[in-house]
């Protein structure tokens, strides 16, 4: 394949070889007029300008690619690197801790106060919350407990100089990970981190796929809804169909048909999907 920069450069440098053999063929011998030392070296610097300018072209083009590369992949992380977000009326804090969050290559946001949190963090990717107890307007144990309420169920780990063994004994019977006392060891708060966002990654998959068997369950008729609890607790389909006044027939079409929009690849497979769904011959979805 032509490679018109490659072409180019191997021909100036072609030509700068030539010519300085040419000189020094001619440096040595007494027939050697000057005009003719002067055009070999002239030519010598034409090549040499043409391949310094066809290297500035390629080392450009490949510091931009490189440029480019570099930053699509910091972007990339930016996007998949989880978050920890920092609640602490000390700006100080703040500062600090977004610091030492961000040299283990996840993304730090910090609010100086509860409802500013509220109002602005809008979690998206796995996170956690970094929670000082002590707050000027909302505490970080109301501040639990209103996330509770939301169904919010960001990971939150309490860092306080002012802690009691009450308090983190509410906070932890309330779902925290962790509960620091000021000063605490910056690994202490690191591993508490990796710690919560791990949780929280596994959450938000269970609560994905939940979400996709909920809507799996929706697509079913009602008869095939009636005939998925029975079923899954192994009535025979002849036992079903008696349940239900119809024909074994006509419940081995409905049970192929659950099997189907549920996706399960057995009936194994379909109980333990019912699990999940909590669903069974006394209790529905």
Same mark, same amino acid.
């Given at each position: 394949?032509?490679?018109?920069?490659?072409?180019?450069?191997?021909?100036?440098?072609?030509?700068?070889?030539?010519?300085?053999?040419?000189?020094?063929?001619?440096?040595?011998?007494? =027939? !050697? =007029?000057?005009?003719?030392?002067?055009?070999?070296? =002239?030519?010598? !610097?034409?090549?040499?300008?043409?391949?310094?300018?066809?290297?500035?072209?390629?080392?450009?083009?490949?510091?931009?690619?490189?440029?480019?590369?570099?930053?699509? *992949?910091?972007?990339?992380?930016?996007?998949?690197?989880?978050?920890?977000?920092?609640?602490?009326?000390?700006?100080?804090?703040?500062?600090?801790?977004?610091?030492?969050?961000?040299?283990?290559?996840?993304?730090?946001?910090?609010?100086?106060?509860?409802?500013?949190?509220?109002?602005?963090?809008?979690?998206?990717?796995?996170?956690?919350?970094?929670? %000082?107890?002590?707050?000027?307007?909302?505490?970080?144990?109301?501040?639990?407990?209103?996330?509770?309420?939301?169904?919010?169920?960001?990971?939150?780990?309490?860092?306080?100089?002012?802690?009691?063994?009450?308090?983190?004994?509410?906070?932890?019977?309330?779902?925290?990970?962790?509960?620091?006392?000021?000063?605490?060891?910056?690994? %202490?708060?690191? %591993?508490?981190?990796?710690?919560?966002?791990?949780?929280?990654?596994?959450?938000?998959?269970?609560?994905?796929?939940?979400?996709?068997?909920? =809507?799996?369950?929706?697509?079913?008729?009602?008869?095939? !809804?009636?005939?998925?609890?029975?079923?899954?607790?192994?009535?025979?389909?002849?036992?079903?169909?008696?349940?239900?006044?119809?024909?074994?027939?006509?419940?081995?079409?409905?049970?192929?048909?659950?099997?189907?929009?549920?996706?399960?690849?057995?009936?194994?497979?379909?109980?333990?999907? !019912?699990?999940?769904?909590?669903? *069974?011959?006394?209790?529905?979805?």
């Amino acid at each position: 394949m032509y490679d018109e920069p490659r072409y180019s450069l191997l021909q100036a440098l072609a030509t700068i070889i030539t010519n300085a053999n040419a000189c020094s063929r001619l440096l040595p011998g007494e =027939s !050697a =007029s000057v005009d003719e030392l002067r055009g070999a070296v =002239s030519d010598i !610097a034409k090549a040499n300008t043409r391949a310094s300018a066809v290297i500035s072209r390629i080392r450009g083009t490949t510091e931009k690619r490189t440029s480019r590369k570099e930053r699509t *992949g910091r972007e990339r992380m930016s996007e998949a690197s989880p978050t920890v977000f920092i609640v602490d009326d000390d700006a100080g804090v703040c500062q600090a801790l977004s610091r030492l969050i961000r040299s283990v290559a996840l993304q730090a946001r910090t609010f100086t106060s509860a409802r500013e949190f509220l109002s602005d963090a809008k979690p998206s990717r796995p996170c956690c919350l970094v929670l %000082d107890v002590r707050l000027p307007d909302l505490n970080g144990l109301d501040l639990q407990a209103k996330l509770a309420q939301t169904d919010c169920n960001m990971p939150i780990i309490f860092i306080t100089g002012h802690g009691d063994i009450p308090m983190s004994v509410r906070a932890m019977k309330a779902g925290a990970i962790e509960f620091l006392s000021k000063p605490f060891k910056d690994q %202490d708060l690191l %591993d508490a981190i990796q710690q919560a966002i791990e949780r929280d990654r596994l959450a938000t998959r269970e609560r994905a796929e939940l979400s996709e068997l909920r =809507s799996r369950y929706a697509s079913l008729t009602p008869r095939e !809804a009636e005939v998925l609890p029975l079923v899954v607790s192994g009535l025979a389909n002849k036992v079903v169909a008696a349940q239900l006044g119809t024909t074994e027939k006509t419940i081995k079409v409905h049970r192929a048909h659950v099997m189907q929009k549920m996706k399960a690849r057995s009936l194994a497979d379909l109980v333990r999907i !019912a699990q999940r769904l909590q669903i *069974g011959p006394s209790r529905r979805v």
